[in-house]
């Protein structure tokens, strides 16, 4: 007996949803009540695919796989040249309360590599469920509030992102390996030229991709090193005190509400050391003695002399945690960026600090 793909067997069922026009995502950030029939815990969820920026992708098939067996659509058939960690896509397919799923199945197609990639990943449940049982505290809401999408990103080599998105937060859920697939082309692209799509696609990619495909240097270690954490805190030189702030990372997940409405963790949680990507961009809301209040913006950071500058001091002293130090003249007028781990400093000359005078 032929054994099919289970991708194969659930496109039957699922393509027509899955390729449907993107619906758009819930407008409450709250989760409503639960169905009071709900056999068993469940959440409000939509799902989002997304690409890098410069490598466009297609996902032909993509279901989360709930604990009954049914399954949670990721919008397919798209054309997706997005960027790492955002989409234009979403969906909600039929009952939007849904398990945390088990599983993510995928296949797509990665146009500068001409070539199909497919997975069965197993998510981890349990993490997920608290995460979403236990959502965070909105402030400008001052409501409890929760996750609500999760977001597929697909990229070279059969790399697979996922995160869970809520307002003002977003966490990584897993980083995948998907494996080249035997797909016949024609199913997916019955009257196209696979030759010249090729041909087109690369020609309208961005020199420094187009160097990596013709150069066969095309690889994940970008996102990767994106993936990548350090042990590192923030640090004033002047006595401020942080009220609140907003950190995006490299790796396409960011903080900017606090876990519960007790603001003391959330706070500390900054200015303690803590495994943690490399940030992009960071907006730093601070009061100083006289109680005047500024906002400290770095949006963004610069990628290379940032990531670059994390390496050298971890690889320098790999045991050490590492400052990002924020220093600022006595009236908070200029301030600048070092990072110093183990007595070495680095000045951050590329991320300039923005500050404004709130009061």
């Not at 466009?56 to 960690?85: C, N, Y």
């Not at 397919?93 to 945390?100: I, S, T």
């Not at 990584?172 to 692209?189: E, I, K, N, T």
């Not at 970008?222 to 993936?227: R, S, T």
Request: hydrophobic share 40%.
């Amino acid at each position: 007996m032929l054994l099919l793909p289970t991708w194969l067997l659930r496109l039957a069922l699922l393509a027509p949803l899955a390729c449907g026009p993107a619906a758009s995502p819930p407008t409450t950030p709250t989760t409503p009540a639960m169905p009071a029939d709900a056999a068993e815990e469940k959440f409000r969820l939509y799902t989002g695919p997304c690409a890098a920026k410069g490598y466009p992708m297609t996902i032909q098939f993509g279901a989360f796989v709930r604990p009954d067996g049914k399954t949670l659509p990721v919008p397919a058939g798209h054309t997706l040249e997005g960027s790492w960690g955002r989409s234009n896509y979403a969906q909600v397919v039929g009952d939007e309360f849904q398990p945390v799923p088990l599983s993510l199945e995928i296949l797509y197609f990665s146009y500068l590599e001409d070539t199909f990639y497919e997975g069965t990943f197993a998510l981890p449940h349990e993490r997920l469920r608290q995460l979403l049982r236990t959502g965070f505290w909105g402030q400008r809401e001052r409501q409890q509030l929760t996750y609500n999408q999760l977001m597929v990103c697909v990229l070279p080599k059969g790399m697979v992102v996922v995160w869970l998105s809520g307002p003002g937060r977003r966490v990584l859920v897993g980083r995948y390996q998907g494996m080249a697939s035997a797909v016949d082309f024609r199913r997916f692209y019955a009257k196209a030229d696979r030759a010249e799509m090729f041909r087109y696609t690369l020609a309208e990619a961005p020199p420094a991709v187009q160097a990596q495909v013709r150069g066969g240097t095309l690889s994940t270690k970008q996102w990767d090193e994106y993936l990548k954490t350090y042990s590192w805190q923030v640090a004033f030189s002047q006595p401020l005190r942080l009220t609140t702030y907003q950190v995006n990372f490299l790796s396409g997940e960011y903080v900017g509400e606090p876990e519960t409405q007790d603001l003391a963790p959330y706070l500390r949680e900054l200015l303690t050391p803590q495994a943690r990507p490399v940030p992009q961009k960071l907006w730093l809301y601070v009061t100083d003695e006289a109680g005047h209040k500024y906002s400290l913006k770095v949006d963004p950071m610069d990628e290379s002399e940032t990531q670059a500058a994390f390496q050298q001091l971890h690889k320098a002293h790999p045991a050490a945690s590492i400052t990002l130090h924020v220093e600022t003249d006595k009236y908070v007028k200029a301030a600048t960026l070092v990072l110093e781990s183990g007595g070495q400093r680095i000045p951050l000359t590329k991320s300039p600090v923005r500050i404004t005078a709130l009061n």
